[in-house]
């Protein structure tokens, strides 16, 4: 899979995804509150998965889950998380 194909399905799960997400008991709304450095990190774990580095990738993904500063930037990495299907490695640890 290259990184055309993953940024064109991302895209089109966030216009998908304009509904709201339950997590923690409340209602978060997805949108894009990343900061540059998150985004480029993610730009980093999109490559990961390109290459077939599957476990990188979840590495590093979990990692910015666990690192983010709100809970809306969570839930958005977790759908980014579970769009790349890494939700179910056992190196996402969060």
Known sequence: MNIQAIDATLA????????TLA???EEV????TMTKAEAK????????????????AAR?????????RNRTTSAELMTYAAELN?????????
Not at 12 to 19: D, K, L, M, Y
Not at 47 to 52: D, I, K, L, Q, V
């Open 60 to 68: 590093a993904l979990s990692a910015m889950v666990r690192a983010t």
């Open 23 to 25: 997590k923690w008991g």
């Open 41 to 56: 990190q993610l730009q980093s774990v999109k490559t990961y998965c390109a290459a077939g580095m599957h476990d990188t």
């Open 12 to 19: 089109a799960v966030h216009q998908h995804n304009t509904a």
């Open 86 to 94: 890494l939700l179910h490695r056992p190196e996402f640890i969060i």
């Open 29 to 32: 709304r997805i949108r894009n």
